[in-house]
């Protein structure tokens, strides 16, 4: 009967080892992957944040060369935006001495037609001045929108030239 008892005992005791061992083989298996998991996230996490890093400079790396092509091109488009500028001032003082010497009967309602010229070109060079070459302001319109401009000032120009003529 002890041999049985012992013969039990130890089979008991084998089974509970055995026990412990699967518990024991459990729990790691679950920290190691509890461990996997949690290290993988954080390294998405972290791979998130160096990819936003990375875009951002990105952002500011070309806002840089936007500044930086924009502010050449507007010092370019202004030094001869303000060169037509100063040419249609001088077209302009002509026509007024030209209309001085005639002394013809229109020359009042040409006076007043060149006086509407000399007004939008200094709208123009007012234009000019007041724009402020900041990313806030739209470049692209501003110059599609002054460029028009000059064309219908050239436009009024020549016609008034045209019905000068006649």
Known sequence: MIYKFAAFR????????????????????????????LSS????????????????????????????????????FKDESELKIKDNEIRIAELKTKIKKSGNELDAVYEQKINNLEQKNKALQAKI????????????SFKREFNHDMDEFGNAFKDLTVNNKK
Do not use: P
């Open 129 to 140: 001045d007041a724009y402020g070459n900041d990313l806030s302001s739209d470049w692209e």
């Open 41 to 76: 996230c954080n390294s998405a996490t972290q791979k998130e944040e160096a990819a936003q890093d990375r875009v951002d400079d990105a952002r500011e790396e070309l806002s840089d060369a936007r500044k930086a092509a924009t502010a050449e091109e507007w010092k370019a």
């Open 10 to 37: 130890l089979t008991t005791h084998l089974k509970n080892i055995k026990m412990k061992k699967q518990i024991i083989t459990f729990i790691v298996a679950t920290t190691f992957i509890s461990a996997a998991i």
